[in-house]
């Protein structure tokens, strides 16, 4: 049960886009479908963003979208906006009815 | 609405227990999966344990034997048992409702453990 590898920090100007990794092995996100996002603001919950790779629960902004490769995942966030500023977790089954978290993102709009 | 409400949390003496509750509202705790999920200061998130709505539970290795997750029906509420508690188990706790594949769609607001002597 080691965390999902995702970059420390990225950042863009308001417009931009910029994509945050998620990588981990065939055991977790290579043989499943089950990847979820969540955005988190500081001193707030964890907020569902994209759920089964690259669905979108209802409500949030078509900027967001997932997708993946192998064993990477990936979140891309289109059109950045000053609101986007946050921390990014991916989540993925793991096998054996567990779950895991990736190490976490801290997206900066410059 | 739909609502998780965490509580229970608090300053324990490592080896100590304690029992964390998560009330639901605007939906029934027995008909869907629900998950604990804990972010240690200036931390990610770690998801702790999931209880399906079957009764079959599971845990992290690094709770298992230590932690139970148990929910009461008639009370529409989900707890988290947690002995011999650890300074590493220090952490805001957040409960979750959870579908399918681990997909987490509410969050409760967390509720903080401490455990230092």
């Known amino acids: 049960q080691s965390a999902l590898t995702q970059p420390r920090s990225v950042s863009g100007s308001p417009g931009q886009s910029v994509t945050i990794s998620c990588t981990g092995t065939?055991?977790?996100?290579?043989?499943?479908?089950?990847i979820s996002w969540y955005q988190q603001h500081p001193g707030k919950a964890p907020k569902l963003m994209i759920y089964d790779v690259s669905k979108r629960p209802s409500g949030v902004p078509d900027r967001f979208s997932g997708s993946k490769s192998g064993n990477t995942a990936s979140l891309t966030i289109s059109g950045l906006q000053a609101e986007d500023e946050a921390d990014y977790y991916c989540?993925?089954?793991?096998?054996?009815?567990?779950?895991?978290f990736g190490t976490g993102t801290k997206v900066t709009v410059l | 609405e739909v609502q998780l409400v965490e509580t229970g949390g608090g300053l324990i003496q490592p080896g100590g227990s304690l029992r964390l509750s998560c009330a639901a509202s605007g939906f029934t705790v027995s008909t869907k999966y629900m998950s604990w999920v804990r972010q240690a200061p200036g931390k990610g998130l770690e998801w702790v344990s999931v209880?399906?709505?079957?009764?079959?539970?599971y845990y992290a290795d690094s709770v298992k034997g230590r932690f139970t997750i148990s929910r009461d029906n008639s009370k529409n509420t989900l707890y988290l048992q947690m002995n011999s508690l650890r300074a590493e188990d220090t952490a805001v706790y957040y409960c979750a409702r959870t579908t399918m594949g681990g997909v987490m769609d509410v969050w409760g607001q967390g509720t903080t453990l401490t455990v230092s002597s």
């Open positions: 989540c993925s089954y793991a096998g054996s009815y567990t779950y895991v």
């Open positions: 065939s055991s977790d996100v290579g043989g499943y479908i089950y």
């Open positions: 209880i399906y709505s079957g009764g079959t539970t």
